[in-house]
């Protein structure tokens, strides 16, 4: 049961570079999510998905574009790196969320460093 | 605007002892709460939830009640065992918000040592 899963987990980008996070889930959940986690920070909600086709902003979504073709994936899109891009990053799925039943699925992280 | 504040951590304790880790948040509505938890080298998993005052959320021995009077969610485990070694997050969400979205707290990490 592989769950939601993650490439790459660790990489490197030189400023200006830009690079694709990749995220998928065998669930069949409707709704995805971008997080990224900053040192000795909360996490932070990037873009968010409820069904293919639909994005919408989270708190922290400059410098990053998403989208949703499939169900299954939800590809996160970083154009020219900053190095205030440097976090580690999460994607998450969960059925249709209603108050109270915030269970989300989380990948096991990306670690991307910009130099 | 929401926000949640856990204590700093890290916190070290020997097997056995009884954990607390403090949580206390601020919300413009009548938030559920939850205790999300995250292993070495994996995602955060759901580790247990509240969704009204005085409600006690449980499960693998910890326990959490959410206290609408100090706005708090404090989670506590009688005896640790080094398998709980992990970071521990506290989230939020906001009735009066969007349902799509969890504000956590920083995260407090948490090692058990034999």
């Known amino acids: 049961n592989a769950g939601v899963t993650q490439t790459p987990k660790f990489r490197i980008l030189k400023i200006g570079q830009s690079m694709t996070l990749q995220c998928t889930q065998d669930?069949?959940?409707?709704?995805m999510y971008w997080y990224r986690q900053d040192p000795g920070m909360g996490l932070k909600l990037i873009y968010y998905?409820?069904?293919?086709?639909?994005?919408d902003k989270g708190e922290v979504p400059n410098g990053y574009n998403v989208s949703r073709s499939t169900t299954e994936d939800f590809p996160l899109r970083l154009e020219l790196a900053a190095p205030s891009q440097t976090s580690v990053y999460f994607c998450?799925?969960?059925?249709?969320?209603?108050?109270?039943?915030?269970?989300?699925?989380f990948g096991s992280g990306t670690q991307l460093s910009v130099l | 605007g929401d926000s949640v504040t856990q204590m700093e951590g890290p916190v070290t304790l020997s097997e056995e002892a009884f954990l607390t880790i403090n949580c206390t948040y601020t919300?413009?509505?009548?938030?559920?709460l939850f205790w999300y938890v995250q292993y070495p080298g994996e995602g955060l998993q759901l580790l247990l939830k509240?969704?009204?005052?005085?409600d006690k959320g449980s499960n693998k021995g910890f326990e959490a009640t959410y206290r609408k009077e100090t706005t708090s969610f404090h989670l506590e485990k009688g005896s640790v065992q080094v398998s709980d070694s992990a970071v521990y997050f506290c989230?939020?969400?906001?009735?009066?918000?969007?349902?799509?979205?969890?504000?956590f707290g920083k995260g407090t990490l948490l090692t058990v040592n034999p």
């Open positions: 919300a413009t509505g009548y938030p559920s």
């Open positions: 509240a969704t009204k005052a005085d």
């Open positions: 998450a799925s969960s059925y249709p969320v209603r108050q109270g039943n915030e269970k989300l699925f």
């Open positions: 669930m069949n959940h409707n709704y």
């Open positions: 998905s409820v069904g293919a086709g639909i994005t």
């Open positions: 989230a939020l969400s906001d009735r009066g918000g969007s349902n799509y979205k969890l504000t």
